[in-house]
């Protein structure tokens, strides 16, 4: 039975690199009914009223559209997944600087959803977990320095880090066999996985360092969380 079901959401495409999996046309819509689902968690266990609640889901889908657009700008793509984006990771974690830590995680979830079915690269199904829900759910731990006077930037940094984490343990655990020879494999996941986010943040870090740009979010999140 879980087989049959396994068969119907996910195809699988056997080749001289190993087996890898790409989700079938129901598996994306069960992917999109998972993210709409998301949205709703949000509402309901976000403890706001209801204009709040309406106000957090238009935010986290503008978010989440402009993480979609600029991830398709990437200055980099690296052959085992990951690439170097124009600033996609910033707009999650905006979401967690704005509403805390658990509409960001929320939101984050989604978004990871929404790259599996852009961009997957499936090994195996806790590999999908650690490389897609749960590294950009992480994202989402910005929120736990939205009040801080500098929230955003350290909120950002926490945030980055939790998904590179899930990526380095996926290199470890999942790519192994495309470590190149002699090398060791927990070095190479290290070095692989900060090629892209390494960059990345450091050139969003240094924008975010603009006293003009701190203000200018700090003025969106005032607009953001007001009744």
Do not use: W
């Amino acid at each position: 039975m879980f087989k049959q079901i396994f068969d119907f959401l996910i195809s699988t495409d056997v080749s001289s690199d190993g087996t890898s999996y790409y989700p079938t046309v129901a598996g994306n819509i069960a992917l999109l009914v998972v993210v709409f689902l998301l949205f709703l968690a949000m509402a309901v266990f976000s403890g706001s009223k209801k204009k709040m609640q309406t106000k957090q889901m238009v935010f986290s889908a503008m978010a989440m559209t402009l993480a979609v657009v600029t991830s398709f700008i990437k200055f980099a793509k690296l052959p085992y997944g990951g690439s170097i984006t124009l600033f996609s990771m910033f707009f999650i974690c905006l979401i967690g600087y704005l509403y805390g830590a658990r509409v960001g995680i929320l939101t984050g979830i989604a978004y990871g959803l929404l790259s599996l079915i852009l961009d997957p690269m499936i090994m195996h199904p806790i590999q999908l977990l650690l490389d897609y829900p749960i590294a950009f759910g992480c994202l989402g731990l910005a929120g736990v320095f939205s009040n801080s006077k500098y929230g955003i930037i350290e909120g950002y940094i926490l945030g980055v880090f939790g998904r590179y984490v899930c990526h380095l343990i996926s290199g470890i655990v999942f790519f192994a066999n495309y470590t190149p020879e002699g090398m060791n494999t927990v070095i190479y996941s290290l070095g692989y996985n900060a090629t892209y986010i390494v960059p990345e943040a450091i050139a969003t870090i240094l924008i975010l360092s603009i006293p003009t740009v701190r203000n200018a979010l700090h003025e969106v999140k005032k607009m953001a969380i007001e009744n």
